[in-house]
């Protein structure tokens, strides 16, 4: 079955023989929607009732504002799953606006059939205890870099973070400047700027894909001026 290779590599179904995928998800009822590019998955505010897993394209995040501008939040692809920390939650409305960035199929299981899942399947279940884990730890993160007062010190924060993450002093990005700025609480220009401050004054030099830190420690004494 197409659907099952496709679930194969998602998030919700990691470390699982494609068997035993097909076996579990016999017996449960989901649906598949595809959307165009720029089409709306789920506005802001809107009730999240299912469980959604990207098994092709991409969808983005965004904050939308009166002003006609937006900021993307986050950037999902394939594997990835979202709508975990909101499906069972009293309070479980979208914080943001979810739209295609590229023709994507998605398949969205709602709560009751989340829960047959995870009954029927411990392995699911650790998955998706993991998934809440790993976001419950990503705004963990969050909270503790807007924390900080200065938009240097969060920008420094960051890059430690990320160099303690990746185990290296060469910083891979993953993710987009306006993801990362987004997730620091500031406009992208803002986190430009920084960066390109750290750059002159000999603690990084970065290029596109890429941040290096020249001097770990010169970088967290910043931290705490």
């Known amino acids: 079955m197409k659907i099952v290779k496709a679930l194969k590599g998602n998030e919700l179904f990691k470390n699982m023989k494609e068997e035993k995928i097909e076996e ?3 017996k449960i009822t989901y649906h598949e ?3 165009h ?3 709306v998955i789920a506005h802001e505010d809107e009730k999240c009732n299912s469980l ?3 098994i092709s394209g991409c969808i983005e995040i965004i904050r939308l504002y009166s002003s006609g501008k937006s900021i993307t939040i986050q950037k999902l692809g394939v594997g990835d799953v979202f709508g ?3 499906v069972f ?3 479980g409305n979208y914080p943001a606006t979810i739209e295609a960035v590229e023709k994507t199929n998605i398949i969205f299981i709602n709560k009751e059939e989340v829960l047959k899942l995870c009954l029927e399947e411990k392995l699911i279940l650790e998955n998706f205890m993991t998934l809440l ?3 419950v730890f990503m705004l963990n993160g969050k909270i503790k870099s807007i924390s900080f007062k200065s938009l240097k010190q969060r920008v420094i924060n960051y890059l430690i973070q990320k160099s303690r993450t990746q185990k290296s002093l060469v910083i891979k990005l993953k993710d987009s400047k306006e993801s990362i700025a987004a997730y620091l609480g500031m406009p992208r220009p803002s986190l430009s700027r920084e960066l390109i401050k750290l750059r002159d004054e000999e603690l990084i030099t970065f290029d596109r894909n890429t941040i290096t830190i020249l001097n770990i420690d010169d970088l967290e004494e ?3 001026e």
Do not use: P, V, W
Request: charged residues 35%.
């Open 222 to 224: 910043e931290l705490f």
């Open 33 to 35: 929607r595809e959307y």
């Open 37 to 39: 590019r720029g089409e």
């Open 84 to 86: 975990e920390a909101l």
């Open 24 to 26: 579990i998800i016999s």
């Open 133 to 135: 884990s790993d976001k």
């Open 89 to 91: 939650s009293s309070h």
């Open 52 to 54: 959604g897993l990207i």
